[in-house]
């Protein structure tokens, strides 16, 4: 006949074998050190870093779909405006999700018509920077154009 011990309390075993000790749910820890609590919640000097390589990889990021853009530009003539545009920066708008690209225009050329024929194009590229990037979702992309001026830079 085996005899049970009360919820919440020790079974103690014959001398020399384990305790076992059953713990009551939905009690933490009453004694937590304040140290180890930081560097495991990442509440110390750690988030400095984290916040550098989030940066850093956000360049990454802009970097990879500026290369993948100019390539699509390259290679087609978009909706036939007759001149060559080039992809000068991308940047995260609020955040990758949604980039700002920031675009050349020749000189010469109507600005309002290229970027009437890029909003036109907008899907087609975006397509091409979806091939071109490992991510679950293509970015939302707005184009802005850049003025280009000649001379020195300021």
Known sequence: MRIRAPAGSARVRAKGSFVK???RRG????????????ILYGEGSGSRSDSRQVQRKTQQFC????????????????AGIGCELFVDEVSPAPGCGHLLVH???????SVVDAMSALRR???RLRSE???????????ELSFVPVSVQGGDDE
Do not use: H, T, W
């Open 103 to 109: 675009i050349v225009v020749q000189d010469g050329y």
């Open 21 to 23: 000790r059953r713990k």
């Open 121 to 123: 194009d907008a899907s």
């Open 63 to 78: 970097c990879q779909v500026r290369r993948a853009l100019n390539l699509a530009l390259a290679d087609s003539n978009v």
């Open 129 to 139: 920077v979806a091939m071109a990037i490992a991510r679950k979702r293509a970015p």
């Open 27 to 38: 009690k933490g820890a009453e004694f937590v050190d304040a140290d180890f609590a930081e």
